[in-house]
């Protein structure tokens, strides 16, 4: 399969993260409680919504788009968050009113979100700018093993060593195999610490994978 890979425009964020969602197919923690009813064309709107707010507020936020050149369909997708003149603040997560079911709900969700931001932290306090974070990577379930993974983090990689930057990914062990091609190494392997409040609900592992910059 032949992919173009460059960068998405606002038009192209709700293909993107259909991709995202089915590739995780609604079975995945984290991206069910952040995006909540994701496998339903209501959730995704939201989700559309709130990834176009981002893209607007914040300039460190990159998307990029592979797209099947056969077909001009978009295969999947990238979220980078990219930092050259300051290391990033802690924001609390937060959606339009009604993206959440119950305010627990929404704690829950921003608990993990906030777990899993200061591991990135942990990164960021260390190293120097400029610096880069891999928030999103998925190719939809019909095209993956085929090249566009690849593409997407040859795109990626390539932006990010041409300003020198050191990067941090939280991956999922689905992921981790695509991620040491690019050259990241895991630093640590650990469950998101929450609250006792939610200790009922699942419990989200990742690997801390980290790149050194590239001169």
Request: net charge neutral; proline share 6%; hydrophobic share 35%.
């Amino acid at each position: 399969m032949a992919v173009k890979v460059e960068l998405a425009n606002d038009e192209d964020y709700l293909p993107i993260l259909c991709c995202v969602f089915d590739a995780y197919g609604g079975k995945h923690e984290y991206i069910n409680s952040l995006f909540p009813r994701n496998m339903t064309e209501e959730g995704r709107k939201v989700a559309e919504q709130r990834c176009l707010y981002l893209s607007q507020v914040s300039p460190n936020v990159k998307w990029y788009k592979a797209t099947d050149t056969s077909t001009g369909k978009i295969v999947g997708g990238t979220m980078w968050n990219i930092y050259t003149d300051k290391k990033p603040t802690a924001t609390p997560l937060d959606g339009p009113p009604g993206t959440w079911e119950t305010p627990f709900d929404k704690g829950y969700a921003q608990a993990l979100y906030e777990a899993s931001r200061l591991l990135e932290r942990s990164f960021f306090d260390t190293h120097d700018l400029p610096l880069a974070a891999l928030s999103v990577m998925a190719v939809a379930p019909n095209y993956q093993y085929r090249g566009a993974g690849t593409a997407l983090m040859n795109e990626g990689m390539k932006a990010v060593d041409a300003l020198g930057a050191g990067c941090v990914i939280l991956a999922t062990d689905a992921g981790r195999w695509l991620y040491e091609k690019s050259g990241f190494r895991v630093r640590r392997h650990v469950t998101l610490e929450l609250p006792e409040e939610y200790a009922d609900r699942p419990k989200s592992r990742v690997f801390l994978m980290e790149r050194e910059r590239r001169t």
